[in-house]
């Protein structure tokens, strides 16, 4: 019965301006998972006034991360809309917290599949968000709020990455290619998931 069947839950990882939302699209198109951006829930979030507002925005400019409760809420309530699709947790979970977190309040609700973690070089990374910085608009994609980013990522969601990867859940693909050739390779992973 459908009803009793658990969302499936996949999370996307990787850098700052590794491709995640660019593939996350791609994916929703082909295979109709719902894409979940976590940051773009807290900018959302933001912008609408809530008690937290300031504080997302201090850390989004300082590339911190935001305390769990605030996150795994908004993703939780996010989901609960619809429990029967499957979903692409896109920029979470972020470090240990997060994870703990997540386990604590989602096990019993979700079915965490997997991390699909997108590997690219710094400095490509770097060039894509300056020229993504001219027209988005982002608070953070500026030179110092990308250093503040990328120092964030490697003391405190790489180590998020190895600790699934020690229990083989980690589909790691290379995003310093063209937009279409990493997809032809996010595309075999989800067909064995369908
Ligand atoms: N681009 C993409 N793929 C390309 C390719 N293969 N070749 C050439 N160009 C490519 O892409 C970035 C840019 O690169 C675009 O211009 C794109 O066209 C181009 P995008 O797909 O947007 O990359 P993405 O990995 O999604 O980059 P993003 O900037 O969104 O990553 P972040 O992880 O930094 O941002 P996020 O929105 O997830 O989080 C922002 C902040 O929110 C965090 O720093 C943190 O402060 C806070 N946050 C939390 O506190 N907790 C959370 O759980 C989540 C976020
Ligand atoms: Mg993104």
Redesign the pocket.
């Known amino acids: 019965m459908n009803s009793l069947k658990k969302p499936i839950v996949v999370f996307v990882l ?10 996350c699209s791609k994916i929703v198109q082909e295979f109709g998972l719902v894409h979940l ?4 829930l ?1 900018r959302t979030e933001m912008a609408s006034g809530s008690q937290y507002g300031d504080m997302i925005a201090t ?2 400019k300082n ?4 305390p769990s409760i605030v ?1 795994v809420n908004l993703l939780k309530n996010a989901i609960m809309v619809d429990p029967s699709k499957n979903y692409l947790v ?5 470090n240990e917290e ?1 994870n703990n977190s997540w386990v604590e309040n989602m096990t019993s609700i979700v079915d965490t599949r997997f991390v699909l973690y ?1 590997d690219c070089p710094d400095e490509v990374m770097t060039e ?2 300056l ?2 910085g001219a027209s988005s608009g982002r608070t ?1 994609d500026n030179i110092e709020s990308i250093k503040k ?1 990328f120092t ?1 990522f490697h003391n405190q969601t790489k180590p998020v990455v190895e600790h699934y990867g020690k229990q083989s859940r980690v589909h790691s693909i290379n ?1 310093n ?3 279409d050739q ?1 997809y032809d390779d996010v595309r075999k992973l989800f067909q064995t998931l369908a």
């Open positions: 990787g850098g700052p301006g590794s491709g995640k939302g660019t593939q951006s976590a940051g773009d807290l850390m989004i590339g911190e991360i935001v996150t896109d920029g979470f979970p972020r997060n997108f894509r968000l020229g993504r953070d980013r964030t995003s290619r063209p937009v990493v």
